[in-house]
């Protein structure tokens, strides 16, 4: 029984890594194409603010983080 729940565990963890990289993908690519047109993104903050980016400030440091 004990395997059966670290296999399911396992299963659960292998799917949201999937799901966590397909996600940052699709965000890296919306920022790509968004760069290319000069468009903004709109942001909320931790504070409750919301704001409008430049996509292509938000792509710069994305790709910063990237090479940490």
Request: hydrophobic share 35%.
């Amino acid at each position: 029984l004990g395997d059966v729940y670290k296999r399911q565990n396992d299963e659960w963890k292998e799917l949201s890594e999937k799901l966590h990289y397909g996600l940052a993908l699709a965000e890296q690519r919306m920022l790509e194409k968004k760069a290319q047109r000069n468009e903004t993104v709109i942001v909320g903050t931790p504070d409750g603010e919301i704001k409008a980016i430049p996509a292509r400030r938000l792509l710069r440091k994305a790709k910063q983080r990237k090479m940490k």
